[in-house]
């Protein structure tokens, strides 16, 4: 199956009730919402979630990944570790945009306890509207890519 309209969502304990939202707000506008976060609010670590979700998205199964947890920058640090993510964490409409034209960046980290709800699902579609620019920034994913080993 083709990863081409999939997007994964996962969060901590911390992001149940913002990374419900944004999926409802995401599968409104056409995505396959893949949602395998936790659903109660028992304290979870959030490197699982972050490297679960970065493993369907680096094996092509999901195009995206949007990941959740406190500051978002924990769940990020997981993904990351997973060849082939860059994921980068936003708290504003033009970083989002930025990790999509300049970074080509295939998973978004959002603080729950950083940013409302309004702002997250704003920031969430100034990620998935935006498209990778190619050109200079092209030289330098692969330079990022080459990090790998």
Same mark, same amino acid.
């Given at each position: 199956? /083709? =990863?081409?309209?999939? *997007? &994964?969502?996962?969060? +901590?304990?911390? @992001?149940?009730?913002?990374?419900?939202? &944004?999926?409802?707000?995401? %599968?409104?506008?056409?995505?396959?919402? &893949? +949602?395998?976060?936790? /659903? /109660?609010?028992?304290? /979870?670590?959030?490197? #699982?979630?972050?490297?679960?979700? %970065?493993?369907?998205?680096?094996?092509?199964?999901?195009?995206? $990944?949007?990941?959740?947890? =406190?500051?978002?920058?924990?769940?990020?640090? @997981? !993904?990351? #570790?997973? #060849?082939?993510?860059?994921? =980068?964490?936003? %708290? +504003?409409?033009?970083?989002?945009?930025?990790?999509?034209?300049?970074?080509? !960046?295939?998973?978004?980290? *959002?603080? @729950?306890?950083?940013?409302?709800? $309004?702002?997250?699902?704003?920031? &969430? +579609? !100034?990620?998935?509207? %935006?498209?990778?620019?190619? $050109?200079?920034?092209?030289?330098?994913?692969?330079? *990022? $890519?080459?990090?790998? =080993?």
């Amino acid at each position: 199956m /083709t =990863g081409s309209n999939r *997007i &994964v969502l996962s969060s +901590d304990h911390a @992001a149940i009730q913002l990374r419900q939202a &944004v999926a409802a707000h995401i %599968a409104a506008h056409g995505w396959v919402v &893949v +949602d395998i976060g936790p /659903t /109660t609010p028992e304290s /979870t670590h959030y490197p #699982k979630h972050g490297e679960a979700a %970065a493993r369907l998205v680096a094996s092509g199964d999901c195009r995206l $990944g949007i990941i959740l947890c =406190g500051t978002g920058q924990g769940i990020m640090m @997981a !993904a990351n #570790k997973v #060849k082939g993510i860059r994921c =980068g964490v936003c %708290a +504003d409409t033009f970083s989002a945009r930025m990790i999509r034209q300049h970074n080509d !960046a295939n998973m978004l980290s *959002i603080g @729950a306890r950083v940013v409302g709800e $309004g702002l997250a699902l704003d920031i &969430v +579609d !100034a990620f998935l509207t %935006a498209q990778f620019e190619g $050109g200079r920034h092209a030289t330098r994913v692969g330079m *990022i $890519g080459a990090l790998e =080993g």
